[in-house]
C-alpha cells in the first residue's frame, strides 16, 4: 500500500499571506489533486495534474496557485489569506481519472 | 458543466433503521462513473462503493447502490444502520476525464 502525507497538518496565517500547503504520495500515481472542504459544501476542486509538471484548474482555482515539481509531490499556494477563513484543505491521488481516488488527512487551515 | 446533488446534509436515524442517502448528477455526457466516499471523523476519506454500469446493484460493507441513468441518481442505502456508520458521505461524478466531481456531503449520524 501507499501513503498521501500533507504537511503541515495545522496551518494558521494572518491575513494578506502567502501560504503553502504540501504533499507527497508514494503510490506512484500520475495524476494528483487538491480539494477544499467547507461544512454543507462538499469537496471543491482548486487544482490537479495529470502528470508532472502539468496544471489543471479546477473550480475553485482563484486565489490559489499549484505546482506540480516531481510526480509524487504536489504543492498548493494560497496567494493572499483571507482573514476569518477557516478549511481544510485535502490533497489526493489517482492512478487515472477513473480509478480510486486515495486521499491525505488534510491541512486545516485558520487565518486570524 | 457536470453537477452532482446531495438532497440531505444531514440525516440523524436510530440504530437499526434503514439508510438512505439521496444523490443525483447532471451531466451532459453519456459516461458516467459514480463513487460514494465515506470521511470519519479524522482520517482519511475513502472509496466505499462506485459503479459505471447501468441498472446494476453494488454492494460494499453492507451498504448499496444502484446506477440509474434513466433517473441519473446513484443512492447508498443499507438496511440496518449502525452505530459505527456515523461520518460524513460523499457521493461524486466523472464522465472518464480528470475531474472528479463531488455533491455537497450528507452528515450521518447514527443514535442508540
Known amino acids: 500500500g501507499g501513503i498521501i502525507t500533507q504537511t503541515p497538518k495545522f496551518l494558521i496565517g494572518q491575513e494578506g499571506q502567502k501560504l503553502t500547503l504540501k504533499c507527497q504520495q508514494n503510490?506512484?500515481?500520475?495524476?494528483m489533486y487538491w480539494y477544499r472542504q467547507d461544512s454543507g459544501k462538499g469537496l471543491r476542486l482548486i487544482y490537479y495534474?495529470?502528470?508532472?509538471?502539468?496544471?489543471q484548474k479546477g473550480d475553485l482555482s482563484e486565489g490559489y496557485d499549484a505546482s506540480r515539481e516531481k510526480k509524487s509531490s504536489f504543492s498548493l499556494t494560497v496567494t493572499s489569506a483571507q482573514k476569518n477563513e477557516m478549511a481544510v484543505f485535502l490533497c489526493?491521488?489517482?492512478?487515472?481519472?477513473?480509478?480510486?481516488?486515495?486521499f491525505g488527512k488534510g491541512t486545516r487551515l485558520t487565518v486570524v | 458543466g457536470d453537477s452532482v446533488t446531495q438532497t440531505e446534509g444531514l440525516v440523524t436515524l436510530t440504530e437499526g433503521l434503514p439508510v438512505m442517502l439521496n444523490c443525483t448528477y447532471q451531466t451532459i455526457y453519456s459516461n458516467a462513473f459514480l463513487f460514494w466516499y465515506v470521511h470519519y471523523l479524522n482520517e482519511s476519506p475513502w472509496l466505499l462503493l462506485r459503479?459505471?454500469?447501468?441498472?446494476k446493484r453494488t454492494e460494499h460493507q453492507g451498504f448499496h447502490a444502484t446506477l440509474h441513468k434513466s433517473s441519473s441518481s446513484f443512492h447508498l442505502q443499507k438496511s440496518s444502520a449502525q452505530l459505527s456508520d456515523s461520518a460524513l458521505y460523499y457521493c461524486a461524478f466523472n464522465n472518464a476525464g480528470a475531474k472528479l466531481t463531488f455533491g455537497g456531503g450528507t452528515r450521518l449520524t447514527v443514535r442508540p
Open positions: 495534474s495529470i502528470t508532472e509538471n502539468d496544471l
Open positions: 503510490f506512484n500515481h500520475d495524476t
Open positions: 459503479s459505471s454500469t447501468d441498472n
Open positions: 489526493a491521488s489517482s492512478i487515472s481519472q477513473i480509478t480510486e481516488v486515495f
